[in-house]
């Protein structure tokens, strides 16, 4: 990240002096260390549309604009993650001039689904967090559907001391752009679709499953290999054990002789403590089926 001046610090004291700031500028920018995976002998080519490259997200939150700019860094880091991926790659801005590219094996399009965040006053004042959830398709050289990756990226960055927290929010955000890259390089190549690429061979459409036949149950099954987000406390599980005393059985009454009474059921352990729910940096949102990093 870019250092923080005196200049742009005395500017954010006076918003705040002044009422707060009404617009937080989100510019996630970092470096990635060098990926220690081994390319597989491919030539793939990979599309980023104008749309993706220039993606935005805005929301407003108590009077607080908030404008997240992610295409710029997105592309930037796809560009750096496929070169590590694969022996040759070619970048395209549509799918339209990859498939005309001669010796493709595969195409690949990450796009940005969803951007959440939770500013460090929504988490308790001790950190903000980001969670980014992208969606890469993968098509036949010819263009025609192969496969749907997901991932979810998560990060999170310190607590603003002083500011609108715009630069807490950029470090969370690029943390999670780095996370999503980090499962991609480390899971893509186990996947199925990854091994005719291994092999140095083109990438076959996926044949479409009948609506109701087995194949298309199973392809409705998810995968979920997701990461636990970054400096979330961690939950102790606690439980209490019951009590080890026997139940007391009523004494048979002399005469005449009783039937003795059933013995009463064991106590029941103490209920377990509710679990905690999900941190503002996870989705729950309903996704369609794909495979998933």
Same mark, same amino acid.
């Given at each position: 990240? /870019? ?6 610090l005395?500017l ?8 707060g ?6 510019r996630?920018?970092?470096e990635?260390?060098?990926p220690?995976?081994?390319?597989a ?5 990979v ?5 993706t490259?220039?993606?935005?997200? /805005?929301?407003?939150r108590?009077?607080v604009?908030?404008?997240?700019s992610?295409?710029p860094?997105? /592309?930037?880091?796809?560009e750096?993650?496929?070169h590590?991926?694969?022996a040759?790659?070619?970048m395209f801005?549509?799918?339209d001039?990859a ?5 493709v094996?595969a195409i690949?399009e990450?796009?940005?689904?969803q951007?959440?965040f939770?500013?460090?006053?929504e988490t308790?004042?001790?950190?903000c967090?980001v969670t980014?959830r992208?969606q ?5 050289p ?5 496969d749907?990756?997901t ?8 607590a603003? /001391? ?7 929010l ?6 999670a752009?780095?996370?999503a890259?980090?499962?991609f ?5 186990g996947?199925?679709?990854a091994?005719?690429l ?7 459409p996926?044949?479409?499953p009948?609506?109701?036949?087995p194949?298309a149950?199973?392809a ?14 961690p939950?102790v599980a ?6 080890s ?10 005469s ?8 009463p059921a064991?106590?029941?352990?103490a209920?377990?403590p509710p ?8 989705m ?10």
């Open positions: 990240m /870019k250092p923080v001046t005196h200049l742009s005395g954010a004291a006076a918003c705040l002096v002044l009422g700031c009404a617009k937080v500028l989100i996630p920018e970092g990635l260390p060098k220690l995976v081994v390319a002998p491919a030539k793939v080519a599309v980023v549309t104008s749309e490259a220039n993606y935005t997200h /805005k929301e407003s108590a009077s604009d908030y404008e997240a992610l295409g860094e997105h /592309k930037h880091l796809v750096e993650v496929f590590a991926e694969f040759d790659v070619r801005d549509s799918l001039a498939r005309a590219e001669a010796g094996l690949f990450p796009r940005i689904e951007y959440s939770a500013s460090a006053k308790g004042g001790t950190y967090a980014i992208y890469i398709l993968i098509y036949a010819d263009g025609q559907p192969v749907t990756l991932l979810t990226g998560y990060g999170s960055g310190p603003p /001391k002083i500011g609108n927290g715009e630069e807490e950029g470090i969370a955000t690029y943390a752009m780095r996370d890259a980090a499962k390089l480390t899971q893509f190549q996947l199925d679709v091994k005719p291994l092999a140095s061979q083109p990438l076959q996926k044949a479409q009948l609506p109701g036949s194949e149950a199973a409705e099954a998810v995968v979920a290999i997701e990461a636990v987000p970054i400096n979330d406390p939950v606690t439980t209490t054990t019951p009590s005393a026997p139940a007391s059985v009523p004494q048979a009454s002399p005449p002789p009783a039937t003795p009474a059933p013995a064991p106590t029941a352990p209920s377990q679990a905690p729910s999900a941190p503002p940096s996870q729950r949102a309903p996704y369609p089926a794909t495979t998933s990093l």
